[in-house]
Structure formats: structure tokens, C-alpha cells
Nanobody, 123 residues
Framework: QVQLVESGGGAVQAGVSLRLSCAAS????????MGWFRQAPGKEREFVAS??????YYADNVKGRFTISRENAKNTMYLQMNSLKPEDPAVYYC??????????????????WGQGTEVTVSS
């Protein structure tokens, strides 16, 4: 069993940066595929970024602004979000899968999810 806990969300103004963290416990996640997804009110959950097998993937609307990284020694994954836009507010979730062949952009393919951390952006 893997437990994921997100942190780092908050209320910020457009244009500033924020870093989200996802701490994993229960298993060493060095071989896990990890991802970030978000869900805004009234909208479906959408893919943000993922890391799997040494490769990173980004949604087009965050590419160049967001960076996913992981610190295996701390079992922690990060999402550095720069130049936040008014369309970025959502609850951000981290997800994990022990299968490195997990489709990186498909939320339903991940086995474990955190409780989410909320990001709000004011213009």
C-alpha cells in the first residue's frame, strides 16, 4: 500500500511561482510511475505532468511553465509551477503506479492517489 500526501498549495497572484510536493510512504517509489493531475470546479480531472522510466511528460497548457521532479531519497515528488495563470486554479493531485508502462497521461491507469492540495490564482 502506498500513501501519498500533497502539500504546498495556496492562494497566489497570477505570474508568481508555487511548488507542490507529494510525499510517498509505504513503499519505495523509485520504480513507480508518478504523475500530477488537477481538477477545477465543474471540470473533469486533467493531466498535468508525469515522470516514468526517466521520461517526463507535460500537458500542452503547462509545458514550459511547470516542471516535475522527484527526490528518490526522500520519496518525494515536486511540481514547480512558474508564471501561474488564472486558468491554473484547481485541486492538484499526485498519483502513483508501480507499473512503469502506465500510460503517463491517463489518470485511470494510476493506482494510488493523494487527497489533493488546492491552488487558487487571482489576476
Amino acid at each position: 500500500q502506498v500513501q501519498l500526501v500533497e502539500s504546498g498549495g495556496g492562494a497566489v497572484q497570477a505570474g508568481v511561482s508555487l511548488r507542490l510536493s507529494c510525499a510517498a510512504s509505504g513503499r519505495t517509489f523509485i520504480t513507480y510511475a508518478m504523475g500530477w493531475f488537477r481538477q477545477a470546479p465543474g471540470k473533469e480531472r486533467e493531466f498535468v505532468a508525469s515522470w516514468s522510466g526517466g521520461f517526463t511528460y507535460y500537458a500542452d497548457n503547462v509545458k514550459g511553465r511547470f516542471t516535475i521532479s522527484r527526490e528518490n531519497a526522500k520519496n518525494t515528488m515536486y511540481l514547480q509551477m512558474n508564471s501561474l495563470k488564472p486558468e491554473d486554479p484547481a485541486v492538484y493531485y499526485c498519483a502513483a503506479s508501480p507499473n512503469l508502462n502506465t500510460p503517463p497521461r491517463v489518470g485511470g491507469a494510476y493506482d494510488y492517489w493523494g487527497q489533493g492540495t488546492e491552488v487558487t490564482v487571482s489576476s
